[in-house]
């Protein structure tokens, strides 16, 4: 099923799933409601601690050996803290959360003080050479190093198990985004990110990582 975003970006946009389910995490006594959350883990006594960015609730994180084989490694770059940015049910009984999905996580950055994330629908960028783009309802802004921000209108396209497309012809520039719900570090930082980028612009083709912004689960 597709569905395309008007140039005058009135259209709602589709809800995307792009989930990576962790089966091996199942409790009963869970709120079936999953939440996206964003705070910083910490590691002890062999339990992964989850503070939220407002520091108000605290919960262990029940990780399944996926999700712990990205954390582990970072523990040696980030000792402290890691930043995440999931989604999860809560036992509200025990205090535990369940994940659902990893949308960021991520050792050096803005983390809890990012200020974009609240009005973003999509972050999407790469290295060598440097760009990126953030969506918003009104258009995207396209960063590339040393050049000024353009600001285009855009039209999105669905293309089923979680994929889409983002494209635009506006101001004789032209730009497609190809977006796939799949693993990806960041080769500079060592983000890891829950989408893969491919980012064709006019003759040239780049590659990259990408997350969902605040506006979109």
Sequence with gaps: MHFLRTLSLLTLIASLSACQLYSSMSHTSSSQISTRMQGNLTHSAG??????????????????????????????????????????????????????????????????????????????????????????PRGLIFNQIDQASIALPYIEEELGNGRFYISSEANEQNLKLWITPKQCIDSMSGTIYHLQAQLQWNQETLTGCATFGGLRN
Excluded at 51 to 60: E, L, P, R, V
Excluded at 63 to 85: C, G, H, R
């Design 47 to 136: 339990q992964w601690l989850f503070q939220t960015c407002d520091m108000q609730q605290s919960y262990i994180l029940d990780t399944s050996t996926e999700l712990n084989q990205e954390l582990i490694p970072m523990l040696a770059e980030a000792p402290q803290e890691i930043f995440a940015d999931i989604s999860a049910y809560i036992d509200t009984t025990t205090q535990h959360l369940i994940p659902t999905q990893r949308y960021r996580l991520q050792i050096e950055g803005p983390a809890c003080n990012d200020p974009d994330l609240a009005r973003l629908q999509l972050r999407a960028s790469g290295n060598e050479p440097f760009w990126s783009i953030l969506q918003t």
